[in-house]
């Protein structure tokens, strides 16, 4: 066999499927299970500035620096209680952010990156306080 065709073998063989396999959870999962409502966001730093946030999907919490932009992301750890994703907003900046899950209601955050041409870095605490008014 040409060393193309080999190379052909071994690029198929490469290929993994876009969708979970039946049975796996879907990515992010932790995420999707995030209660929807208002959020208090607590800096754990020496201010411990508080600020609501509401919450329609546990997803938005992965760009809290860059709410609302459509960012590409890359997934860079997925288990069941933390996520750590990285995301990229064309011209506006990017992050990485880690998402731990005490519970569905508690949360602690820590995200780093750029935006609007600074650097920014916090850790926070996220719990759930109520319904979005």
Known sequence: MSAIGL???GSAAMVVPAAPAEGQRSSLAML??????RWEIRLRDATRRTYPVCVGNG???IQL???????????????????TVQYTCRGRG??????????????????????????????AEARRTGSCS
Do not use: K, W
């Open 59 to 61: 997803r938005q919490l």
């Open 7 to 9: 190379a052909a073998i």
């Open 94 to 123: 990017y992050g990485r952010t880690s998402i731990r899950r005490e519970t569905n209601r508690l949360l602690q955050i820590e995200t780093q990156g750029i935006a609007e041409g600074l650097p920014f870095e916090f850790a």
């Open 32 to 37: 999707d299970q995030i209660e929807s409502g």
């Open 65 to 83: 620096r860059h709410e609302a932009l459509a960012c590409d992301r890359v997934i860079v750890d997925d288990r069941p209680d933390e996520v």
